[in-house]
């Protein structure tokens, strides 16, 4: 029988973590020594108060019924959650769970776009931003994010016949895969420029309790006119490694919150009970786990980025996230080329930046999912590899 597949699936290549994922698995089976710095899974426990919320929850047989909207309790404690963590006021409808920050900027489109509307994206940005536009049938501007510019979007030098046509604009701080951060001034210049050329702003923020060096993550709606405009996507997933459980939330503006429900209700049928009452716990807890997490992630970049810089690869330190962003060395020409001799010579892996856009070319990028110790020493490995010319 021939098979024959919708345009997307014609169009389109398996993810990149499915594809790094494939090349690790058969680095196993032929025997050799692999270091995973590939996919931001974090390495840390899950809080015991979250786990005990949801195994309890899922002893009573009344919580596998279909759940069809979010518990007021869940509501409740994310709104006094970003009360007290990010002093933003925001109300019951103004919110909408998500399975995944992935699952929902992956739909987003279908919500909002047309096919006549263009979408803002940042280059290099994680891969699933693309998905969200390519499934509405929207089309794509790649705003570059630029290392003279601290990796931040110059919303000036995108052409205002396309800044007319735009639907919305994502933006992603601390940015992943750049691992840079962004003050409340960029904020303010894209809010006014969301006004003049009416297009909404989608914060992904997903990684607003990883930040370096004494900075403070804080929300997009904090910013003044930042609710008249836009929404953005906050996960637990990463905060309190809650990552398989897929608990984040699209918040904000009243609009677009009530867009994204009409299409998530045909595809979905809410969030699952027992993964609710693990975010409320989660949400109303201590969060002391958090900023001791945040504060070893700290110490983990110290060791793989300080550890690069001594055995002569001049890699940068990040502002926040859980990732490395390195500029590949001198003596290589591509990502792709650096990539593999990394793998062959020394059995980590990493991700080639081009996989997060053609800007991402000569950058690799490291996940902070070891121990400081294993991260000092997987630096060490690739000195003694060779693989880097002083």
Not at 221 to 243: C, H, M, N, Q
Not at 365 to 378: H, T, Y
Request: glycine share 8%.
């Amino acid at each position: 029988m021939k098979f024959s597949f919708s345009d997307l699936v014609n169009e389109n290549d398996a993810g990149i973590f499915q594809v790094l994922t494939k090349k690790r698995d058969e680095l196993l089976a032929e025997g050799k020594k692999i270091y995973n710095l590939y996919i931001g899974t974090p390495d840390f426990p899950t809080p015991p108060h979250i786990v005990k919320a949801v195994s309890e929850a899922a002893s009573k047989p009344e919580n596998y019924k279909y759940a069809l909207t979010d518990l007021p309790e869940m509501q409740d404690a994310l709104i006094a959650y970003y009360k007290k963590r990010f002093g933003v006021d925001i109300e019951r409808n103004e919110i909408v769970s998500v399975n995944g920050s992935q699952d929902g900027i992956g739909h987003l489109g279908l919500a909002l776009c047309t096919r006549d509307d263009y979408v803002l994206l940042p280059d290099p940005g994680y891969p699933v931003f693309e998905s969200g536009v390519k499934l509405s049938g929207a089309k794509i501007y790649h705003y570059g994010l630029l290392e003279e510019n601290d990796f931040l979007p110059d919303i000036e030098s995108i052409p205002e016949d396309i800044l007319y046509k735009t639907k919305y604009m994502l933006v992603s701080y601390p940015s992943n895969p750049c691992g840079a951060v962004a003050p409340p001034e960029m904020y303010e210049k894209l809010i006014k420029y969301a006004n003049k050329y009416n297009f909404y702003i989608v914060n992904d923020n997903a990684y607003s309790d990883i930040v370096f060096d004494g900075r403070k993550g804080y929300s997009f709606l904090s910013i003044p006119g930042a609710r008249e405009v836009g929404i953005e996507f906050f996960s637990l997933s990463k905060s309190f490694d809650t990552t398989g459980a897929r608990i984040s939330f699209a918040i904000g503006n009243e609009n677009i919150i009530n867009a994204i429900k009409i299409i998530r209700s045909h595809y979905d049928f809410g969030m699952f009970l027992p993964i609710q009452y693990g975010a409320i716990a989660a949400l109303t807890g201590d969060t002391e786990c958090v900023k001791e997490q945040c504060r070893e992630y700290q110490r983990r970049r110290d060791a793989l980025c300080g550890g690069f810089r001594r055995i002569g690869w001049n890699v940068p330190d990040s502002k926040g996230t859980m990732f490395v962003w390195a500029p590949i060395p001198k003596n290589f020409k591509t990502s792709m080329e650096f990539w593999n001799a990394l793998i062959e010579k020394t059995g980590i892996i990493c991700n080639p930046g081009n996989a997060f856009g053609p800007r991402g070319e000569g950058y690799v990028r490291f996940a902070l999912v070891k121990s400081a110790e294993e991260l000092a020493e997987i630096a060490e490995i690739v000195g003694r590899s060779g693989i880097i010319e002083n």
